[in-house]
C-alpha cells in the first residue's frame, strides 16, 4: 500500500494558494537551506504515516471552508516531490472528490512519474532559491538546475505557476543577482504571480532545538522598500 510521510497539518491556510486551504506538510527535503523556518521537516522516514486516501479525507472534513471560499489542499514541506508515488495518489484522490490541487515545491528533485503528478496539479507554488548556482549551493546545499528545469517543463506544460522567491540581505537581495531572476521569469509562460517573501527568523528555535547552528544569525530582515524594489525587479519582463 502506498503511503506518506507527513510533518503536520494545518486546516485554515490562507497564503499557499487560493482560498482557503487543507495544508499538508511532508516530511523529509533533500535541501540545508540557510534561513529555513520548517528545520524539523528534514529528516526522511520519520513523522506520521497516512495513506492518500487518509490525508485527502482528512482535508475533505473541512469541505465547506474550501468550497466556499475557493480553495482545496495544497502539499508543502519539507519536499513534497521527494514522496513522489504518494504525492502522485494523493493528488489523484484530492481531484477524484474535485478538491483544487497545489504543491508548494523548490523543485529540487526529480521523480520519475512527474508527469502523473503534474496531471494531478492545479497550481505549483515554486520556490527559485537562487539564481546563480555557485551561490544557490551555499545558500541551499544543492545546485538550481532541477529547479529552473522543473520551472521550464512547468511552462511547456502551461501549469500555472506562482513563483516565491526569499529576499536574504547580502544572499539574495543583490542588484545583478535579481535582474537575472527576473529575466529567467520572463521566459516562462505560465507565471500568474510572483512573490517576494521578506527573510525573517521565526524558524531560528527550531534549529537551536535541533542542536545546529543557525549561519544567518547576524542578518536582519531587508525593509519594506527593498522588498518593493525587489518584487519590481522580478516582475520587470513577467509575460501575462
Ligand atoms: S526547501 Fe524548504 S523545507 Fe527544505 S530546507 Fe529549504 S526552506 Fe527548508
Excluded at 63 to 89: M, N, V, Y
Amino acid at each position: 500500500m502506498t503511503y506518506g510521510m507527513i510533518h503536520s497539518t494545518e486546516s485554515c491556510g490562507t497564503v499557499d494558494g487560493p482560498g482557503i486551504r487543507f495544508i499538508a506538510f511532508t516530511q523529509g527535503c533533500p535541501l540545508r537551506c540557510q534561513y529555513c523556518h520548517n528545520a524539523d521537516t528534514w529528516e526522511f522516514g520519520c513523522g506520521r504515516r497516512v495513506t492518500p486516501e487518509s490525508i485527502v479525507s482528512e482535508a475533505l472534513g473541512y469541505r465547506s471552508f474550501l468550497d466556499a471560499s475557493g480553495g482545496g489542499i495544497t502539499f508543502s514541506g519539507g519536499e513534497p516531490l521527494a514522496q513522489p508515488e504518494f504525492l502522485e495518489a494523493a493528488l489523484r484522490e484530492a481531484k477524484s472528490h474535485g478538491l483544487h490541487t497545489a504543491i508548494d515545491t523548490a523543485g529540487s528533485v526529480k521523480p520519475a512519474n512527474i508527469e502523473q503528478i503534474l496531471e494531478q496539479t492545479d497550481l505549483v507554488l515554486l520556490d527559485i532559491k537562487h539564481i546563480d548556482d555557485a551561490a544557490c549551493r551555499i545558500l541551499t546545499g544543492r545546485s538550481n538546475k532541477n529547479t529552473l528545469e522543473f520551472a521550464q517543463l512547468l511552462s511547456d506544460r502551461g501549469i500555472p505557476v506562482w513563483i516565491r522567491h526569499v529576499l536574504i540581505p547580502g544572499i539574495t537581495l543583490n542588484e545583478e543577482f535579481l535582474r537575472r531572476t527576473g529575466e529567467f521569469i520572463g521566459t516562462l509562460k505560465n507565471v500568474e504571480r510572483v512573490e517576494v517573501l521578506p527573510y525573517h527568523q521565526l524558524g531560528v528555535y527550531k534549529w537551536e532545538a535541533l542542536g545546529l547552528e543557525y549561519a544567518l544569525k547576524d542578518v536582519e530582515p531587508p525593509t519594506a522598500e527593498e522588498t518593493q524594489w525587489a518584487e519590481s525587479l522580478l516582475n520587470a519582463h513577467l509575460v501575462h
